[in-house]
C-alpha cells in the first residue's frame, strides 16, 4: 500500500485499525482471526488494514507512529490517532474500543 493510499484512507470519517504485523510473528497470528471476525462484523463502522511491517513501501509508517513492536493496532479517523494496542487482544476487547470510538465520535 503506498503511503498517499494510507493517508487517504486515515483522513476518513471512518474508523480505521491497522494491524502492524509480521507474518512470522505468532502473536499476529495469534490475533488474526478475532481481526477477521472484526471485518465481518464492524465493516459498516470500521475499515481493518493490514501491513506488513517487513515490507520496505512501509517503512516510513513504521518509522512515523513509532512501531517498535508487533502486532501493533493503531486506530484511526479523521487521520487522528484515537488508539494503540501492543501486543495480544481479543475480539471481545477490540469490538468494546471500536464501540467506545464510535460513541465519541457520534458525540
Not at 510473528?25 to 471476525?37: F, T
Not at 493490514?50 to 512515523?64: A, P, W
Request: proline share 4%.
Amino acid at each position: 500500500m503506498k503511503i498517499t493510499d494510507f493517508e487517504n484512507i486515515i483522513a476518513t470519517d471512518r474508523l480505521t485499525l491497522v494491524d502492524f504485523f509480521q507474518p512470522w510473528c505468532g502473536p499476529c497470528r495469534a490475533i488474526d482471526p478475532a481481526l477477521e471476525r472484526l471485518a465481518l462484523t464492524m465493516s459498516h463502522i470500521c475499515t481493518i488494514i493490514k501491513l506488513n511491517t517487513i515490507e520496505r513501501e512501509h517503512r516510513e509508517l513504521i518509522r512515523r507512529y513509532n512501531i517498535v513492536a508487533i502486532p501493533s493496532l493503531l486506530l484511526f479517523t479523521r487521520s487522528e490517532l484515537i488508539n494503540r494496542i501492543t501486543g495480544i487482544i481479543s475480539y471481545d476487547r477490540l469490538m468494546a474500543l471500536i464501540r467506545e470510538a464510535q460513541v465519541v465520535l457520534e458525540y
